[in-house]
């Protein structure tokens, strides 16, 4: 695997040098992914964190109906884990599986230990990290509180531009919180209004 | 006079699904050397081989998706093809029947096995081709253009040894039913055993084949067997086929559109930019809507 999107992140992100990168890459495990298979399942501790180098990842739970509800997509330079049952190291409600064949980086303790050794600079910018989940975690569950069909699905594409082009409409819907036919509506109306012929 | 010679022979890749009426193997552009650049104005071919599919009372096919950038080309050998679109088009494509399908500014769409052919099952074997557009055209009106192997004009090979259908293009004299944005040829060449035809290309044009049945010796030296692509040099104008059995083959040959290319997905357009924006007009219904 070659490993270029995992790369850039941790340059751009983690503003990591040409060499640090080199010794951080140097060994890590990577995986590919079939359609369909899970990497984590509930019940399971989750000890790693998949970073998406190629394809799309979700993460879901089964409802009380038995329904899978989608709680984060993951496509190419997103992260993706149960914090929670890493850090707290509790079996997870949640299961990671694949949308499309992907590629993936399996970061692990060891990996955070090296990561962590390269500088103090690690735990400001995971803190960070950790800040902008929350963040976008409770603006998620804002807008499922209150925000109707299509507030949710114009805040969706922003989000995942090119997601509804790579998965079938009733995963968006299960990820908006909404049924199927409210964001085939939601749609309906909005080429209503934008869709000129000719 | 100079001959075409082949630069490659590529047998089928392991075949994967469109949706779940389209068994597939791609040849354009994700087999070896058969990059978009390579084979343009011919950016994607997918080749459903012959493949039986029982009855289903549920017609397979793939649900709604968009285009823009190009035109979609199904030729149908085996097998029924339903369509239906986001401007109210649709229609049925039979058995040497071609759908020439602008999409241009885009358009929604979907595609399923025709309702009987699903209810009674059977061999299906179709080619889905997409051909780009020149950048002045990529945003023009998407329109359609069926033809009924009726409708497209052939010519007779001497002592009725088989028929060369011309879908698009010229092929000594005969016009393609097919109007196209840039020059191209598209044949169906349907030959019967020990039949030869020949055929003569401006030497830029990118130029290739698919035997879909049969099998085939080309420029009297190279056996090619069913389902395998032929692609060939640009270094010279003609070559010529011979049926070694009874055979149908698709010809093509066009002029390259020498633009840069942007693809993602089911768009192909010519920078980064444009592709964000086919993305942002999907999202927002510029489109149109189809039902699933």
Known sequence: MELLNFKKYLNQQWGLPKDAIDQLCDGIRTKKVKKEELLLQAGEICKLTFFVEKGLLRMYALNEKGKEDILQFAPENWLVSDRGSIYFNEPSDYYIDAIEETEVVLLDTEFVDKISALGPSFRKLNDRLLHNHIRHLNKRVKLLLGASAKTRYLNFIKLHPDVLLRVPQWMVASYLGIAPESLSRVRRDLAKENFKQG | ?292
């Open chain 2, 1 to 292: 006079m100079s001959t075409r010679n082949i630069e490659l022979v590529v047998p089928p890749r392991p075949p994967h699904f469109v949706g779940d009426g389209f068994r597939v193997h791609n040849f354009i552009p994700s087999s070896f050397r058969l990059t978009m650049e390579r084979m343009s104005p011919f950016i994607l071919m997918d080749y459903n081989s012959k493949f039986y599919f029982p009855p289903s009372e549920q017609p397979k096919g793939v649900g709604v998706h968009p285009h823009r950038g190009f035109e979609t080309v199904t030729i149908a050998y085996k097998g029924k093809v339903a369509h239906h679109d986001s401007a109210g088009g649709g229609g049925i494509i039979g058995e040497g029947g071609v759908q020439w399908m602008t999409a241009a500014s885009g358009v929604l769409h979907k595609e399923y096995h025709e309702e009987e052919f699903s209810k009674t099952g059977g061999d299906f074997q179709m080619v889905q081709l997409w051909v780009n557009l020149p950048a002045k055209d990529k945003m023009s009106k998407p329109k359609y253009q069926a033809l009924n192997q009726d409708d497209i004009q052939s010519y007779e090979l001497e002592n009725h040894a088989g028929t060369i259908e011309v879908i698009a293009g010229d092929y000594k004299g005969i016009k393609g039913s097919a109007s196209t944005f840039t020059p191209m040829n598209m044949y169906n060449a349907r030959l019967q055993k020990e039949a030869v035809a020949d055929f003569s290309f401006p030497q830029t044009f990118n130029t290739a084949l698919l035997v879909i049945e049969g099998s085939i010796l080309v420029n009297e030296s190279e056996e090619v067997p069913t389902d395998h692509f032929v692609l060939f040099e640009n270094d010279g104008e003609d070559f010529g086929i011979k049926a070694t059995e009874d055979a149908v083959v698709l010809i093509l040959s066009g002029e390259p559109i020498d633009e840069p290319i942007a693809a993602q997905g089911p768009f192909v357009m010519n920078t980064r930019e444009e592709l964000v924006q086919a993305i942002e007009d999907f999202n927002m219904g510029k489109f149109g809507y189809l039902e699933d």
